[in-house]
T-cell receptor
């Protein structure tokens, strides 16, 4: 079982560039989440989805977009990258909001 | 909106000492979950508490859920270097709600 897979693991972007962080899960989970974690800080919720076709904003959605066309995939799009988006991004999934969440290995993004 | 706080933010202990972190929510939670993140790693689920006043143990770790379902604690007895990491509490307001994480408590253990 692969669980939650994130790609890429590392990326360096120039200011103003765009990119998509990929996240896929093979556990048939309904809920999927994107968090960012700045150095030495906690997890901030960017966007989440409770099922295919449904997405909602979290605490820090500005500068990001998501889509959920399938149960398995939940890509995160960064448009016009800014240095403030330098962070580690974690994707997670769970069957429901009330149960154990499984995290991917993370994507370490640097914007220069 | 819902807020989840944790104290302390950092804790340095001598190996063998006990450690406790506290979690407080601004709203009543459906359940409380605890995660551990090792340095450079990703959060890993430890346990979930559902009932008011519930206490669960995992070896040297004791987890407690408050009577009002708004607070929780994690106690580690006789810390070891393998306990190093950040401990997060998290919880949804309802069973179908999103999970909000606390800011975490970073534990350092001095050998």
């Amino acid at each position: 079982n692969a669980g939650v897979t994130q790609t890429p693991k590392f990326r360096i972007l120039k200011i103003g560039q765009s990119m998509t962080l990929q996240c896929t899960q093979d556990m048939n989970h309904n809920y999927m989440y994107w968090y960012r974690q700045d150095p030495g800080m906690g997890l901030k919720l960017i966007y989440y989805s409770v099922g295919a076709g449904i997405t909602d904003k979290g605490e820090v959605p500005n500068g990001y977009n998501v889509s959920r066309s399938t149960t398995e995939d939940f890509p995160l799009r960064l448009e016009l990258a800014a240095p403030s988006q330098t962070s580690v991004y974690f994707c997670a999934s769970s069957y429901l909001g009330a149960v154990e969440a499984f995290f991917g290995q993370g994507t370490r993004l640097t914007v220069v | 909106g819902q807020q989840v706080m944790q104290i302390p933010q950092y804790q340095h202990v001598q190996e063998g000492e006990d450690f406790t972190t506290y979690c407080n929510s601004s709203t009543t939670l459906s359940n409380i979950q605890w995660y551990k993140q090792r340095p450079g790693g990703h959060p890993v689920f430890l346990i979930q508490l559902v009932k008011s006043g519930e206490v669960k143990k995992q070896k040297r770790l004791t987890f407690q859920f408050g009577e009002a379902k708004k607070n929780s604690s994690l106690h580690i007895t006789a810390t070891q270097t393998t306990d190093v990491g950040t401990y997060f509490c998290a919880g949804p307001i309802t069973s179908y709600d999103k999970v909000i994480f606390g800011p975490g408590t970073s534990l350092s253990v001095i050998p």
